[in-house]
């Protein structure tokens, strides 16, 4: 262990955090959270320094990535978003879970999972008890995770409260109607409802190479050229289907979304998101949102909070937008986010994809049960299983942006503590 990382360890003994290098609980111990200061391949991932933290140039270099994944808004602009004056707290399970799970032919424990995958942390619970709390790569439960894509969903569960406050009058209307500064693009001439569903039919190419659609617009809105968001997306203007017929994953669509909430509620998103779910639910650290040079919330991405804020935000999608019997969330809104009209089978799982179906900026995942999961490059997902009431945050450090054999195994991972409910009756 390097000197810069055992400094660190003792600096977070003090503040009343285990040290770090702890062997992996026990499935006897308390499910108290636990730390370590390494992680797989951590020499890759610039432990010798300390896990730097970069900047928005290297935000994509492995040495870089545990850094600006856990510190994203110390490198970017942000919006802070305040946490609740009083924290609502999580009971601890007596037993740390145990679980283990089938992949590749092969039989693994939660431990190997960790061992074997560039995870930063990993909690799971269970209605009010937390079962299972790990971190890796000197990461702590004081650190702010990097959402990326799962901020979508945020977003789309603030256009539903907008929506039951008649903020906006109807997800049938069309985004001009909002935003007038698009009026006659053809994002303008898109419903809301299609872009919830990202299915504008208006071309734009996301593939993460660096080159394509999605690294220009996040250029523009990461960058200082002060122009505005809505003249950042006007510029993709080819429609090629109709709107609400075609499938097609396109991250501007919800920066779009953003724009509409922004103008009908009259505030700032981070704030709206601080008065209506992020201090109700009783938080218990600030979290930020990065913003554009113009202090526009860029909404398809780049919330940070830390690990049992996200389980606090997905154990009241398992409610169904109830906490604590007040309805923050409209309860429909809920239903209709993660559940496929049969009019709209194309986006069905299945069809959406090979696996997953969409709903309202969240993916759905195949089978009888409603269960879904929000999804972010490299690894950030929030699984939720309303009938369970289970909830799993995993946060991560993929090297590649996108890793289907990788979420396969964290699929498997949660479809196995599925079954342990299940079976267990619980």
């Known amino acids: 262990m390097s000197t810069k990382p055992r400094l660190m360890a003792v600096a977070f003994a003090l503040c009343g955090l285990a040290l770090f290098g702890l062997p992996a609980a026990k499935a006897t111990d308390p499910a108290t959270p636990v730390f370590s200061d390494t992680g797989p391949n951590a020499d890759e991932y610039g432990a010798s320094d300390g896990y730097p933290v970069g900047s928005l140039s290297v935000v994509a270099q492995t040495r870089y990535l545990v850094g600006t994944y856990s510190h994203f808004d110390r490198i970017a602009r942000v919006r802070v978003v305040t946490r609740a004056p009083t924290a609502w707290s999580f009971r601890r399970a007596p037993a740390e879970l145990d679980v283990s799970y089938t992949f590749q032919g092969e039989r693994h424990d939660i431990a190997d999972y960790l061992r074997r995958n560039p995870v930063t942390g990993l909690l799971i619970a269970k209605d009010d008890t937390i079962l299972y709390e790990h971190y890796q790569y000197a990461r702590t439960d004081r650190d702010r995770f990097l959402s990326q894509s799962m901020a979508k969903t945020i977003t789309s569960m603030l256009i539903g409260i907008a929506v039951g406050e008649g903020k906006i009058k109807s997800i049938d209307d069309d985004v001009e109607a909002y935003v007038p500064g698009l009026a006659g693009t053809e ?156 009019a709209d089978a194309y986006l069905a799982p299945g069809a959406a994809t090979s696996f997953y179906g969409y709903g309202f900026q969240v993916w759905l995942l195949p089978g009888a049960k409603r269960r879904f999961v929000l999804l972010g490059i490299r690894g950030q997902m929030i699984f939720v299983d309303p009938g369970l009431k289970l909830v799993m945050v995993h946060t991560a450090v993929r090297p590649k942006p996108v890793d289907p054999e990788a979420t396969r195994e964290a699929i498997a991972l949660w479809s196995a503590l599925e079954q342990q409910f299940d079976s267990d009756g619980r």
Request: proline letters at 4%; a neutral charge.
């Open 187 to 342: 994002y303008g001439k898109t419903p809301i409802r299609a872009l919830l569903h990202m299915s504008s039919g208006v071309a734009f190419h996301e593939v993460y190479d660096g080159k394509d659609d999605i690294a220009r617009l996040g250029r523009e809105l990461f960058g200082a050229s002060g122009r505005s968001a809505v003249a950042s997306v006007a510029q993709f203007n080819t429609r090629v289907a109709p709107p609400g017929t075609v499938w097609h994953y396109a991250s501007i669509e919800t920066e779009i979304l953003g724009l509409v909430l922004r103008a009908a509620i009259g505030t700032s998103v981070g704030d709206y998101l601080r008065d209506k779910i992020w201090q109700p639910i009783g938080t218990e650290a600030d979290a930020s949102w990065a913003i554009d040079s113009t202090g526009q919330e860029i909404t398809f991405c780049c919330f940070n909070a830390v690990l049992r804020d996200y389980a606090r935000f997905g154990r009241l999608l398992a409610y169904d937008g109830v906490w604590n019997g007040r309805q923050l969330i409209p309860r429909q809104w809920l239903l209709d986010a993660t559940t496929v009209n049969p």
